[in-house]
RNA sequence: UGGGGGAUCGUCCAGUCGGUAGGACAUCAGACUUUGGAUCUGAGAACCCAGGUUCGAGUCCUGGUCCCCCAGCCA
């Protein structure tokens, strides 16, 4: 009923629109995409790159900064740092020469911490972790001061120089921001600015033995950047209070604005990473990019593009509310896109030996084949045929079900792009019963695109030439979990009880189309009536083809049967 | 019993000043099909609850309910 206006603005979006139109930092408009290195990044930070480079992108003279959240030395390194630059570039985001760290800044940031202790906003305190606990109150009751609270400045300037000249261990002092021990927001009782940490930094090395934390540190490096729009997720909004105290404590120039969004959760997965850590170091998975995870080196390694994972994230929209993504969308995204570019070619998984008993021993046929029907720009191919062929076992059935369309004994069967087929006789193994191979004949003047191809057959069957196929490895990849929200109901570990026990299936030995012989690691094909594949790029090599599969095709018949079976 | 947020189809996101609640995915049905794919058509499907204001409330008011986050020297 409504005419399709322009899409309306998520409301991050009108906010910064807003911003501009009123001339704030005189209309200009920076946001910053701030991982932590330590771990690796996945599609929650997509989400949010998507955001921050998206809103830079979209807006004149926007600008988008990569900085690293480095702030605790005891948990990041540089390999997390290259390989979060690697994820960044891959998913198709530019940073220009605005690569920053939060470390870049630990001078200044020392300068701004001196000058809140010279406006008594700031003072040492020797109590130990437990006695600032212990202080801290709780949800309903309020904190009670330290005792170190009213140290003289000079006395405060004089052990914060020494904090930083090394002369305490670790634990020994802290700096704290004076505010407001009965806040009934907890993050304003005298948070902690500075702690000492004695070990080297992955950037900084041994010059800094004090290191800032994350609410001293985050809004000066905002500030010190001159970034307009400070996006985050809705943990941090409880911390707004302070990020703005902290920016007018210390009379920074620039007064960024903090708005925070509902991270992504998609279902059937996990996105945290300490949940990540621990499915990787347990064994779980094989690594942060097994193509289970939802990680972005897990998703490429998948099969997965940017542009699929880009317009997924655009269409699940910004928002506060919490929720969760169907997996199914992201899977709509990936099909929409690799429907369009990948080439068809013809895979048979699970190969049950044909034989057509009237075409010749020994003679082969190069029938054509079209590369991708959605793109005839892609052109066509030759696939080999011949008297032996291998078919999937599961596209014959002894005895078929209502509406089964493929091959069973005296049906009629379209091979693609070749014959029609029919089943005259099976042979089955003696010993267990097993279907071991079909016998068909064949009708010559239905081959492919001759003149008298047009008779019609319910099915049609991929296949490949027992000669001529290729042997391949393929990776089947199910859901991780079970439950579509496996970290919900147990807190901590409970998620663990719901893997998958059948999130990877490894077929061996199946049967390639010879046209994929050689094919790059990381290219995609469809596998015609299965799904999307890709070239592992880690396993496989010339000698040896291993593909992962992206994702299935829709197979309605699977429902059908399903359906039918269910009652 | 504190504070900060959030509640709209199964899921995610829209909904202007108060004026027939819309899209995508998913689901179901049909058409088409040499991929049971793709494509096309159609259908079902929601305003947390209770009052109030109003000709008219998802939207405004009052009172409830439920969910999420916060007591790191993590981010």
Redesign the pocket.
Known sequence: ??I??P?????IR?IVAQDVKAGKHGGRVMTRF???P?GYLHIGHAKSMCLNFGIAQETPGGLCNLRY????P??ENVEYVESIQADVRWLGFDWGQRLFH?SDYFEQLYEYAVVLIKKWRAYV?????????QN??????P?TESPHRNRSMEENLDLFTRMRAGEFP?????LRAKIDMA?????M?D??L????RVPHYRTGDRWCI?????F??PLSDSLEGVTHSLC?????????LYDWMLDGCEARCHSRQI?F?RL?L?YTVMSKRKLLELVEEGHVTGWDDPRLPTLMGLRRRGYTPEAIRNFCD????????????M??L???I??DL?RRAP?VMAVLRPLRVVIENYPEGQVEDLEAVN???DPGMGTRKVPFSRVVYIERE?FREI?PK????LAPGQEV??????IIQCVGLVKDEQTGEVVEVRCTYDPE?????SQ??R???????WVSAAKAIEAEVRLYDYLFIKPNPG?DKEGGGYRAFLNPRSLEILPSCQVEPSLAGAAPGSRY?????GYFCVDSVDSSGSRLVFNRTVA?????????K?QQGG
């Open positions: 009923m409504t399709p206006g899409p309306s603005l998520d409301f009108t701030p991982p932590e330590n959240d480095d702030t605790n005891t948990k939060a305190d020797g109590s130990t972790a437990e006695e600032i606990r801290r109150g709780t949800l309903v009751a904190g670790d634990g020994a002092y802290v806040s009934p927001n907890l993050n009782r948070p902690t500075y702690r000492i940490r290191y800032p934390t994350y609410d540190a985050h997720t809705l943990e941090f909004e409880d911390h707004r209070p925070e509902a959760n279902s269409h699940i929209g910004v928002a506060k509310r919490d929720g969760v993504v169907e199914a969308l899977e709509h995204f099909r929409e429907n068809r991708n029907p959605e596209d078929p509406k089964f369309f493929r379209r091979l693609r792009y070749a014959y239905t081959r492919s695109g001759s191809a047009s019609k057959v319910k099915g049609t069957l991929h919900e469809q596998f015609e009536r299965q095709l829709r197979d309605t018949w699977a429902k059908v049967e359906t």
